[in-house]
Every structure is written in C-alpha cells, then in structure tokens.
C-alpha cells in the first residue's frame, strides 16, 4: 500500500514508484530442504536493474516481479 500511495504522492514530480518481488533466489535464507530456489541472486538482481530500467508511468504503483510481470495485490 505504501509504493502505491508514494506513486500518487511523487507522480506530480515525476517520481515513479514500484514495489518488486525478486523471485525465489538461491540465499542462505531462501533454499531449504530438497528444494533449490529456481534462481541465483545474480539472475535477480540483473532483472530487477531490467525492469527499473524500463518502468514508465504505466506501471507506478504496480506490484512487478523479477521479470516486469505484474503480479496481483
């Protein structure tokens, strides 16, 4: 709620604001058990810097993954 209530606040200013999921990555944190998580943090993180690459008015205050998908509230 926060990133979409910036993205009202900031649009005035030209500020675009996004909230992004970085998918299942490959961290301490994150991997457990049998299963590996799908994706490296390199592989995160250089999508993420693709997406806010690319973001345009459109999809401020949008919910996007890794990807640039836009994933549902």
Known sequence: ???RCQSLAYK???ILCV???PGWVQTDMGSGGSYMPPLTVDDSVQ???KVLSS???KETGAFLDW????LPW
């Open 1 to 3: 709620m926060l990133s």
């Open 19 to 21: 909230a992004l999921h």
């Open 67 to 70: 990807q640039g998908k836009v």
């Open 47 to 49: 999508g993420m810097l």
């Open 12 to 14: 005035e200013h030209g």
């Open 55 to 57: 973001i345009s008015e």
